[in-house]
Structures are given as C-alpha cells and as structure tokens.
C-alpha cells in the first residue's frame, strides 16, 4: 500500500475529499439522469439542458412542469435541486481552490480562492473533515433523490 503523498497536516482530509469527488460524480450523473427522464430524452440531449444558461433555473422549470409530483414530493425534489447547487458551489471550493496550511500550531490545512470575476474578492474557508463529510452525505442524499425521481418518472409514463 502507497502512503499518503500529502503533508501529514493533510491527511485527515484526504479520506472525506476522496468520498466527496465519488459522491458527487455519482450525484452529477443521477440528475443527468433526472433531466433525461423529465424531458424523455437520452442523456446526450439531457446534457444540453445542464450546459444552458442557469441551468439550475432550467432543472427547477422541468421539475415544476414535468415531474408530475404535487406536495411534499415536489418540495423535497426542488429543495433537492437547489440543494445541490449550492453545495456544488462549495465542492468547486474544495477541488479546485489552493489548499495551504495556516500559520497556527496545528497547521490547520485552508483553501484560498482567487476571483474568477472582475471586482470579487478572494475567497478564504478552513473546512474541518466533518465539514468535508457532511458536504459529501449530502450529495450521496441528492444522488437517492434524483434517481428514485427519475424511476418515478418513468414508472408512471408506463402505467399511462
């Protein structure tokens, strides 16, 4: 078995990080599928939605207008979507900002992010292990949610 190639201040993140990059690939795909069954679809088309202009915008109008869900299940499916959205936003933190060690005594391992837009300001965040594992079960939920979704979807479309 290889070691850890990271510093030792690193390696309590190292197991919840990789949990995070599965899970929400896993969680990516599961809404690819949402969308594909919403608009009865393949995925290649599927995957134009996702690359539109504020394609949250666009998966939360599919959903209303396509889901065929009333209640408590549109709810949770919606607050899914926005869910994951957000979440998405600090998981692009975790993967893809510069991770140093602060100057304390523990080295506390932190994330510095440049803006990618004019006038943004720096983006500054210390993610604890359990901060990094919550933000992981969250997208393991969401990945639940959107393909027991989209098996609903296409359930009730045989039964028509």
């Known amino acids: 078995m290889i070691d850890d190639l990271v510093d030792v201040f ?13 899970l929400f690939a896993q969680a990516e795909a599961s809404l690819l ?4 069954a919403l608009k009865d679809v393949d995925e290649w088309q599927a995957q134009a939605v996702l690359k539109m202009k504020n394609p949250k915008e666009q998966v939360l109008a ?3 207008a396509s889901s ?3 209640g ?5 499916l919606l607050d899914g979507v926005e869910g994951f959205w957000a979440d998405k936003e600090r998981r692009n933190r975790y993967i893809h900002d510069e991770w140093f060690p602060l100057l304390d005594e523990e080295g506390t391992p932190a994330i510095r992010g440049l803006p990618h837009k004019k006038g943004s300001d720096v983006t500054w965040d210390a993610p604890t292990a359990a901060d990094i594992w919550a933000l992981a079960r969250g997208f393991q939920v969401r990945e639940h949610l959107f393909s027991h979704a989209a098996f609903r979807i296409r359930k009730q479309r045989l039964v028509r």
């Open 10 to 22: 690193y390696r309590p993140l190292v197991q919840p990080l990789g949990n995070l990059v599965i």
């Open 33 to 36: 599928d949402l969308v594909a």
């Open 62 to 64: 599919l959903v209303r």
């Open 68 to 70: 065929g869900f009333e």
């Open 72 to 76: 408590f299940d549109l709810s949770e």
